[in-house]
């Protein structure tokens, strides 16, 4: 009785449920996880699929690119003027002398002013005094040379480049101004010589053209600019020596010449020579500073006119690839820490101080003051 009670009600009840659960094992987990063909490749995974959300054959692959380096589009370039590392003619071993002053402490003439340059694309100046041990000197009224151990001056400095085209790196012949340059080449230095193209290209990849010379020729200056266009410059400096010693104000042959730079395709003109800040002019959209005055100058144990000036340039790179200064700064300083005696240490005028208000005026061309007048006389191609 009980047997057959279990074979006609129980019996089938187990049988449906067992049917039930292998049908569930069989079959739910293929409705519910798709896998892709080739587990062994990259981008194969296996994929959940949810019932509530679109369902794609494949898995989204997320492309991860190398980042983009972008490109340097402001540069900062700093600009000094007269750097003289030699003591003038008659003071050598006085306790006034530039080696006497600086001695083996190259950090030195830098040490008030050097953070305005060490976090700029390019810091540029006229360098005027030979580097070099030769004692073949030219028959001049003054010459200038100094241990060319003495480049570190400049390095310590965090100066870039340098014009060599001026009245004085021939000051101990040809000798002399390959000892020079070569120095300024173990320190790290670049250098441009007398009517000559150089291009300095900056970490930024700006490349920088500079034309130099020593009391040119008009058609030497454009000669020079054209052959740096050709050579492919981003921004073109015509670096001139030229005018009158101690005069606040260019000559005729300054400005004819700054004009034609400009018109050659230079961006800006750097002048230097006359020892005293002149003014500035905008020609045609850029820039002439006639003057730069000295820096660090060896050549007067204590200047009369100790005013001189830091200038920075803002370059902007355009969509188109041109260059253009798009913000110009002048820091007005002494070339002097003293002011009854010249210690090679230019240091930074206060803003409110009648020395900060001084060379503005010069710059501006608005100074008063007489030229300073030159005992002695020079031949400008020495």
Same mark, same amino acid.
């Given at each position: #009785?009980?047997?057959?009670i279990?074979?006609?009600?129980?019996?089938?009840?187990? $049988?449906?449920i067992?049917?039930? +659960?292998?049908s569930?094992?069989?079959?739910?987990?293929?409705a519910? =996880?798709v =896998?892709t063909?080739n587990?062994?490749?990259?981008?194969?995974q296996? +994929? *959940?699929? *949810?019932?509530?959300l679109?369902?794609s054959?494949?898995?989204?692959?997320?492309?991860?690119p190398?980042?983009?380096?972008?490109?340097?589009?402001t540069?900062?370039i *700093? #600009?000094?003027?007269?750097?003289?590392?030699?003591?003038?003619?008659?003071? =050598?071993?006085? =306790?006034?002398?530039?080696?006497?002053?600086v001695?083996?402490?190259?950090?030195?003439?830098?040490?008030k002013?050097?953070?305005?340059?060490?976090?700029?694309d390019?810091?540029?100046?006229?360098f005027?005094?030979?580097l070099?041990? *030769?004692?073949?000197?030219?028959a001049?009224?003054?010459i200038? @040379?100094?241990?060319?151990?003495?480049?570190?001056? #400049?390095?310590?400095?965090?100066?870039?480049?340098v014009?060599?085209a001026?009245?004085?790196?021939n000051?101990?012949?040809?000798?002399g101004?390959?000892? /020079? @340059?070569?120095a300024?080449?173990?320190?790290? +230095?670049?250098?441009?010589?007398?009517?000559?193209? !150089?291009?300095?290209?900056?970490?930024?990849?700006?490349?920088?053209?500079?034309?130099?010379?020593?009391f040119?020729? /008009?058609?030497?200056?454009?000669?020079?600019?054209?052959?740096?266009?050709?050579?492919?410059?981003?921004?073109i400096?015509?670096? $001139?020596?030229?005018?009158?010693?101690?005069? %606040?104000?260019?000559?005729?042959?300054?400005?004819?010449?700054?004009? &034609?730079?400009?018109? &050659?395709?230079?961006?800006f003109?750097?002048?230097?020579?006359?020892?005293? !800040?002149?003014?500035?002019?905008?020609?045609?959209g850029?820039?002439i500073?006639?003057?730069?005055?000295?820096?660090?100058?060896?050549?007067?144990?204590?200047?009369?006119?100790?005013?001189?000036?830091? $200038?920075?340039?803002?370059?902007e790179?355009?969509?188109?690839?041109?260059v253009?200064?798009?913000?110009? /700064?002048?820091?007005?300083?002494?070339?002097s820490?003293? /002011?009854?005696y010249?210690? %090679?240490?230019? +240091?930074?005028?206060?803003?409110?101080?009648?020395?900060y208000?001084?060379?503005?005026? @010069?710059?501006?061309?608005?100074?008063?003051g007489e030229?300073?007048?030159?005992?002695?006389?020079?031949?400008?191609?020495?």
């Amino acid at each position: #009785m009980g047997k057959d009670i279990f074979k006609r009600k129980v019996l089938p009840v187990v $049988l449906i449920i067992l049917a039930i +659960v292998c049908s569930l094992l069989s079959g739910s987990f293929n409705a519910g =996880e798709v =896998e892709t063909s080739n587990p062994q490749d990259d981008v194969s995974q296996s +994929v *959940s699929v *949810s019932p509530d959300l679109p369902v794609s054959n494949s898995p989204e692959i997320i492309d991860d690119p190398s980042p983009e380096v972008e490109t340097q589009k402001t540069f900062l370039i *700093s #600009m000094i003027g007269d750097c003289t590392l030699a003591t003038v003619p008659g003071y =050598e071993g006085s =306790e006034y002398a530039y080696e006497t002053i600086v001695n083996s402490d190259f950090s030195y003439p830098f040490a008030k002013t050097r953070q305005y340059f060490e976090n700029d694309d390019l810091t540029f100046a006229n360098f005027e005094s030979c580097l070099t041990t *030769s004692t073949d000197a030219v028959a001049k009224t003054f010459i200038f @040379k100094t241990d060319p151990s003495y480049a570190e001056v #400049m390095k310590e400095g965090s100066v870039e480049l340098v014009t060599l085209a001026n009245n004085h790196i021939n000051d101990f012949g040809e000798q002399g101004a390959e000892d /020079t @340059k070569e120095a300024l080449l173990d320190a790290g +230095v670049a250098s441009v010589g007398r009517n000559e193209c !150089l291009i300095y290209e900056t970490a930024g990849g700006l490349k920088i053209g500079v034309y130099a010379a020593s009391f040119g020729e /008009t058609s030497q200056i454009q000669s020079g600019i054209k052959q740096l266009q050709d050579d492919g410059a981003d921004f073109i400096i015509a670096a $001139l020596h030229w005018g009158d010693e101690g005069s %606040y104000t260019p000559n005729q042959t300054q400005i004819s010449q700054g004009h &034609a730079a400009i018109d &050659a395709g230079a961006d800006f003109v750097y002048g230097s020579h006359p020892h005293t !800040l002149q003014p500035y002019e905008e020609y045609n959209g850029h820039y002439i500073y006639y003057s730069m005055g000295n820096w660090t100058f060896g050549g007067n144990t204590n200047p009369r006119d100790k005013d001189t000036f830091i $200038l920075q340039l803002t370059l902007e790179r355009l969509e188109d690839g041109s260059v253009i200064v798009s913000e110009r /700064t002048h820091i007005p300083c002494a070339s002097s820490g003293e /002011t009854s005696y010249n210690n %090679y240490q230019p +240091v930074p005028y206060e803003e409110d101080s009648e020395g900060y208000a001084r060379v503005l005026s @010069k710059l501006e061309g608005t100074f008063s003051g007489e030229n300073l007048s030159i005992g002695y006389g020079y031949t400008v191609n020495e």
